[in-house]
């Protein structure tokens, strides 16, 4: 009942409170949602399936195992998500804009029904990312287009697994599932920053313990290895994105200021290859660079990680997955400001 009736609900929804100049948007939203459920198949079904590739049912048979563990250890929802399995024809399922001015790094925001405010618009097709993205750069904004390998709609319906990343390793995948899934436990409205740091904590915790439990020697070394190389490449992006902020923040001219612009993003790049070094060749990141670099790039790295210390404490604090979780949600009551104030706390020495 709830697949049936939730899209056109939703969609009516959507536009009476946009307006019509939303409808395209809102609308290749809806048939975009709606694929992946009528793509999705029961994953018992793919098991049984004979010309189902062997390769595939092993990682099925993987994320029903991470999907079992997030329920019994994790504590989180017990649900039909991630039960499904959709074989999707493009390799993101779907692609995010994010946009910011020329001399700042305060991405845009758009707001929506349910999600909120959010510091980024998706599209399921690149092409329309593309082209919207094009229409801000006609605005004189820095812009980056990214895809996204998975989202979730908050517990609202039921996410499936998706071919955009049942292939990644072990780790990589119980942290996806993880992430996703703290979303459906506590998810404030417009405050991207708070959403996407709990749920960072929860998958890089989650991560911990099901390397514990099911993680082989290898498997532990090779995420250590991954954790690393994550934590340098943040402390990479949040030097540079400093740099950028004490410019902007200056009584500069605007011409020094895209003078001084110009030369961190050369000196990012840079410092960058001396990583991959050190990484040993790692290009895993490559990607990142992939369009030419901009306040766009540097203006959601905060989102995921500025809270990130506090809520690490407060589950250090709470001991235990069910009570982190109700102190978040005592938290997600609070107004905006006293959030900000009690996650500043706990982030502090």
Not at 10 to 35: D, H, I
């Amino acid at each position: 009942m709830r697949r049936t009736l939730g899209l056109p609900l939703a969609l009516v929804l959507c536009l009476s409170l946009a307006g019509c100049t939303q409808l395209r948007y809102y609308t290749q939203a809806a048939q975009g949602q709606y694929s992946l459920w009528s793509s999705a198949r029961p994953v018992d079904d793919w098991m049984k399936d004979p010309a189902t590739d062997p390769r595939l049912k092993a990682r099925l048979a993987k994320a029903q195992q991470i999907r079992r563990f997030a329920v019994d250890e994790l504590g989180l929802p017990d649900n039909g998500s991630y039960k499904n399995y959709a074989a999707l024809q493009r390799p993101f399922v779907l692609w995010n804009v994010v946009a910011a001015p020329e001399l700042s790094l305060k991405p845009l925001q758009w707001c929506f029904p349910i999600a909120g405010c959010v510091n980024y618009r998706g599209y399921y097709s690149k092409d329309e990312a593309l082209a919207y993205a094009e229409t801000l750069r006609a605005q004189h904004y820095d812009v980056q287009v990214g895809g996204v390998p998975a989202y979730s709609t908050l517990g609202w319906f039921d996410d499936p697994l998706l071919s955009t990343f049942i292939h990644y390793n072990d780790a990589e995948l119980a942290r996806m599932i993880f992430h996703e899934l703290a979303h459906q436990v506590v998810y404030v409205q417009g405050d991207s920053a708070f959403n996407e740091s709990f749920a960072v904590a929860v998958e890089e915790a989650g991560v911990q313990r099901w390397l514990a439990h099911a993680g082989s020697d290898a498997m532990r070394d090779d995420y250590a290895r991954y954790a690393a190389r994550r934590k340098d490449f943040l402390a990479l992006l949040l030097k540079y994105r400093g740099q950028l902020e004490t410019a902007y923040a200056s009584d500069a001219s605007d011409a020094e200021k895209r003078i001084r612009k110009a030369q961190v993003f050369t000196d990012l790049k840079a410092e960058y290859q001396v990583l991959k070094q050190n990484w040993g060749g790692y290009a895993g990141y490559d990607r990142w660079f992939e369009q030419p670099l901009s306040n766009a790039h540097l203006a959601s790295v905060a989102t995921y990680n500025d809270f990130l210390p506090a809520f690490e404490k407060l589950l250090e604090e709470k001991k235990n997955f069910r009570a982190f979780y109700a102190a978040v949600h005592t938290m997600s009551l609070l107004d905006k400001p006293e959030r900000r104030r009690v996650l500043q706390q706990l982030s502090s020495p």
